[in-house]
């Protein structure tokens, strides 16, 4: 259901009259960057495996587990929910310069993807952004409504979710061995994650080239869905904080609720069924997913509930000089991850609990990075780059 603007009521500011509306956007945006590293600090360190099944290799050790499970509970998905919910209500918000320059931009993004996909980490985004971008932005043009919008995103997610199902019934009983690799597997995997060259990008290309498949098939569903409703809240006003501080609060602690009710009952059938492979990879990912969609509409209207008392915070100023140099922090969070654990050495070397110790740090350089550079640039420099690329927006 879409979130509704609330009437005005007595004692009450809208968020529009805060003078830093903008920088509120910019701010959630970048809160959902830093987000999302940490659920990618254990892609980084650890085997691909590991980052849907914390028993990969066996029974975690406690900590493992319930660093893990915390995580599951309040951050898997949930990051990389509000960034799609986000990227749509951006492309809604380019609408107005053109399609084709909007198709121009999401094929650079897709440039972009498949150089860092290839070249530095096999678990880039960028590509499925741009890809489930242009369905978006054909649908986005074509919608009469932002009711319209709302539905067939709505739809869309749905039909995601439902792939997802029907993909279990067909999965084989045998474990699959990118769920539960074996010994040799792993030694492989660790071989050409730390060696490099020609022979880690020939696999990035094949995993890239798989990812994509799958996004195709299943989760392009999902996030074509996701980027509909987002253009569809930025069209009505919520996600540009037009409504009221307490209408917000109100809609955020009972998504957050909603979320937890499914979330957490997932997770104990995890363990419960000892993570098996047809449970965990497909029928109980669909509620995880919902949940996760649910949680960050939550994180984004609790944001915008508390925004005005936010706002005057440093750290939210902080937030938005990184939401404003998404992409390029993005990228700095890859070559800083990549350095530490296949360059250095760190990879396999660190449990969750001290990966997780990582990512405040890699946070603060992120922060630093983006204060500084822009007390002298407008835009951050892919950004910059990307702009260049795709060239000037048609006026008028």
Same mark, same amino acid.
């Given at each position: ?47 691909? %495996? ?18 893990w499970t ?28 053109? =399609?084709?320059?909007?198709?121009q ?39 009469? +409504?932002g ?9 869309l ?40 060259g020609? %022979? ?25 869905? +996701? ?6 809240l930025?069209? /009505? ?7 009221e501080?307490?209408?917000? =609060? ?8 909603a ?14 069924t000892? $993570? ?16 996760a ?9 609790? $944001? ?7 706002? +005057?915070?440093?750290? %939210?100023?902080?937030?938005a ?28 070397q ?22 500084? $550079?822009?007390? =002298?640039?407008?835009?951050?420099p ?7 690329? /795709? ?6």
């Amino acid at each position: 259901m879409q979130p509704r603007l609330a009437e005005s009521a007595p004692g009450t500011e809208p968020l529009n009259g805060c003078s830093r509306r903008i920088s509120l956007l910019d701010s959630v945006r970048g809160l959902s960057l830093l987000g999302i590293l940490l659920l990618n600090i254990s892609g980084f360190g650890l085997p691909s %495996a590991a980052y849907l099944n914390p028993a990969y290799a066996g029974p975690p050790p406690l900590i493992d587990g319930v660093v893990w499970t915390l995580l599951d509970v309040f951050a898997q998905g949930v990051f990389l929910s509000m960034f799609a919910i986000l990227f749509g209500g951006a492309l809604r918000l380019l609408q107005s310069r053109g =399609r084709s320059w909007n198709v121009q931009r999401l094929f650079w993004l897709g440039v972009l993807g498949v150089i860092h996909s290839v070249l530095l980490w096999d678990g880039d985004i960028l590509l499925s952004y741009s890809i489930a971008g242009l369905a978006a932005v054909i649908l986005i043009h074509g919608a009469s +409504s932002g009711e319209n919008l709302m539905r067939t995103g709505g739809l869309l997610y749905l039909i995601g979710l439902g792939v997802l199902v029907w993909l279990g019934s067909l999965s084989s009983a045998q474990t699959n061995s990118g769920w539960v690799p074996s010994f040799s597997e792993l030694q492989a995997e660790a071989g050409w994650k730390l060696v490099g060259g020609m %022979a880690a990008w020939s696999v990035r290309f094949d995993t890239m080239l798989m990812s994509q498949m799958s996004m195709i098939i299943q989760y392009g569903w999902e996030l074509v869905g +996701s980027m509909l409703i987002g253009s569809a809240l930025m069209r /009505s006003g919520w996600l540009k904080g037009q409504g009221e501080p307490q209408a917000y =609060r109100r809609q955020g602690w009972m998504l957050f609720g909603a979320s937890l009710a499914i979330g957490v009952p997932v997770v104990g059938l995890n363990w419960w069924t000892g $993570w098996d492979y047809t449970w965990g990879s497909y029928y109980l990912q669909a509620p995880k997913d919902l949940s996760a969609s649910l949680q960050g509409l939550g994180y984004i209207a609790l $944001w915008y509930g508390y925004g005005c008392r936010i706002q +005057s915070s440093r750290i %939210a100023g902080y937030l938005a000089k990184v939401g404003r140099m998404t992409l390029s922090n993005y990228l700095l969070q890859t070559l800083i991850c990549t350095t530490l654990f296949y360059r250095l050495g760190w990879y396999q070397q660190l449990d969750r609990l001290s990966l997780l110790a990582l990512v405040p740090v890699i946070w603060c350089v992120n922060i630093l990075f983006s204060v500084v $550079w822009l007390r =002298r640039f407008n835009s951050g420099p892919v950004e910059w780059l990307w702009r260049r690329l /795709s060239g000037k927006p048609p006026t008028g």
